[in-house]
């Protein structure tokens, strides 16, 4: 099935996997999926996750999804900002500032895939991918 928005397709996956109680969810691979992955894991809100090369040489990224004592998925919110009929772009100053500073925006600078607050500091706006928190 060809998935027209692959990013909205990630975080979907992991909503729907916290939602029904999933420890471990398997989403097919990308290079952008593998970065925002390693941001999430970064900055906590994933326990861990693995590559694993598939036949058709695409992979899948399986990412355990990180819980609190109580049972209550740590993300709390998963939105796409930017989406493939409207492109989001931002200057190093208009990158928003998820839930005052508690979550992060993940960005699509010219150096690579960051978080909002990295984005700041590197002094690079982008595209403002989603927004975590």
Known sequence: MAVTDPIADYLTRIRNAQQIGHRVVEI???KMKKSITEILYD???I????????ANHQGVIKI????EDSGVPVIREMKRFSTPGLRKFA?????PRVK??????????S?????DKAARAANVGGEILCTIF
């Not at 326990?47 to 598939?54: C, G, N, P, V």
């Not at 005052?100 to 600078?109: K, Y």
């Open 64 to 67: 355990a999804i990180k819980y």
């Open 111 to 115: 150096k690579g895939v960051m978080t």
């Open 43 to 45: 900055q906590g809100y």
């Open 47 to 54: 326990l861990r996750y693995k590559y694993e090369d598939t």
């Open 28 to 30: 097919p691979a990308s």
């Open 91 to 95: 200057p190093t100053t208009d990158i």
């Open 100 to 109: 005052n500073g508690l979550g992060i925006a993940i960005v699509s600078t």
